[in-house]
């Protein structure tokens, strides 16, 4: 008997694809605009702004290159982040709200998929932190996407 070839979905596929995404950060977002905390960092924020956000984060965890093929790239989200003087409050903040979201629009929550995506979120923020109290992105324009993976556990939890 042949054995049988496991193909691995991407975090991206195994989130719920597109939908997913959006939904998570429209949702995400709403929650942001009430946050005494968060919304005077995000007031300005144009509308579209939620929409980018998703399709950035969906390219990252293997997902299509909407973000990219939209304009947009690591550099140019780096460079959102320059001089707004982001605190470990603001980021600890905006954890919580996305987790919190993800909880309530039941994304998978399976430990694989969890501490993949909590890896990612961690990163990216602590990223975005760092960028915020520079006024100069140091990464060169052509600095390419990340790309996100399963990590240790290789793949998701399947009973
Ligand atoms: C994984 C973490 C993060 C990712 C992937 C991310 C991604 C992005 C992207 C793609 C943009 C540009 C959106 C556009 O082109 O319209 C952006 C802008 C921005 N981000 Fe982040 N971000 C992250 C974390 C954070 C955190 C922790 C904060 C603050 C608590 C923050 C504050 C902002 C602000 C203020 C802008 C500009 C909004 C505006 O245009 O008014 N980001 N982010």
């Known amino acids: 008997m042949k054995p049988s070839k496991i193909v691995v979905p991407t975090l991206f596929e195994w989130a719920g694809g597109m939908p997913a995404f959006e939904h998570l950060f429209d949702e995400f977002y709403n929650k942001v605009l009430i946050d005494p905390l ?3 960092v995000f007031k300005h924020m144009p509308p579209e702004h939620r929409q980018h956000v998703a399709h ?15 304009g947009g790239s690591h550099f140019k989200m780096i460079s959102k982040h320059l001089s707004r003087h982001l605190t470990q409050e603001h980021r600890k903040r905006w954890m919580e709200l996305l987790l919190e979201t993800a909880d309530e629009l039941t994304l998978p929550d399976d430990p694989e998929f969890r501490s993949a995506f909590l890896a990612y979120l961690e990163w990216g923020t602590r990223i ?10 140091n990464e060169p324009e052509d600095i390419p996407m990340p790309k996100w993976g399963w990590g240790v556990p290789g793949g998701p939890y399947i009973p």
């Open 56 to 70: 950035f984060v969906a390219e990252v965890l293997g997902g299509p290159k909407l973000y990219s093929e939209e």
């Open 128 to 137: 975005a932190v760092i960028n915020s109290h520079q006024d100069i992105a």
């Open 38 to 40: 968060l919304e005077p």
